[in-house]
């Protein structure tokens, strides 16, 4: 199947500090992105679409000017959490959209963020 | 608005064990239906698509069903083994290429 990968798997920051997370395609093209937040024993929450060379779609609730999205090319598309704060402590996801077999989507291994 | 519960939410059972798992969602028009896997700390491992159009899936061991009427779908494992234990999580897009809307997931442990 299509892989996707994250970097950093996990990352531990001092409180006010910002952090980009990567999300690639690796074997595929993928118009479309889509950035997941799950919490302990939760489930995912989709936080904003992400398509190639346009704005990200946030959805309700997510702040769109503390988590900036950039899909700046067809395998790769970034999260940064700016001034990040001990809640958002969280596990993050990508996904990709392969475009095809019924926009079967892939994701990624998730990167852990630690806000201190 | 799509909610999507799956049942139960946790399932221990000895190994070998052929078992059922359940996800209903509330809106039928849906685009496609994935189960996925998740271990501890790991990202998510797809199982089984389904099409809208589509009754069933099957892959080894897993065979996913969908009746859209009713708004349920099932994954069914047979002969389980401790290897499979994990979270399973249902999903479901409204409409082409669009975002996937999960259920809580369901904890399943198989003892040896």
């Known amino acids: 199947g299509a892989v996707v990968s994250q970097h950093p798997s996990w990352v531990i920051c001092k409180s006010g500090t910002s952090v980009k997370i990567e999300c690639r395609s690796l074997?595929?093209?993928?118009?479309?992105m889509f950035w997941y937040r799950q919490f302990p024993k939760q489930s995912l929450m989709l936080m904003a679409t992400s398509n190639e060379g346009s704005k990200a779609t946030y959805e309700q609730g997510v702040e769109k000017d503390k988590f900036l999205i950039n899909h700046a090319s067809l395998t790769l598309s970034t999260l940064t959490v700016t001034s990040a704060h001990p809640e958002d402590s969280s596990f993050y996801i990508c996904?990709?959209?392969?475009?095809?077999?019924?926009?079967?989507?892939?994701f990624g291994p998730g990167t852990r963020l630690t806000v201190l | 608005k799509q909610e999507v519960t799956q049942i139960p939410a946790a399932l221990s059972v000895p190994e070998g064990e052929n078992l059922v798992l359940n996800c209903s969602f509330t809106d039928s028009a849906i685009y496609n239906l994935q189960w996925f896997r998740q271990d501890p700390g790991k990202g998510l491992t797809s199982l089984l698509l389904?099409?809208?159009?589509?009754r069933e899936q099957t892959s080894g061991r897993l065979n996913a069903s969908l009746d859209k009427s009713s708004g349920r779908s099932t994954l069914y494992i047979a002969a389980s083994q401790p290897g499979d234990s994990a979270t399973y999580l249902c999903a479901v897009s409204g409409n082409q290429g669009g975002k996937l809307i999960f259920g809580q997931g369901t904890e399943l442990s198989v003892k040896p």
């Open positions: 074997d595929f093209q993928a118009t479309t």
């Open positions: 389904i099409q809208s159009s589509q």
């Open positions: 996904s990709a959209d392969t475009g095809v077999s019924y926009n079967e989507q892939f």
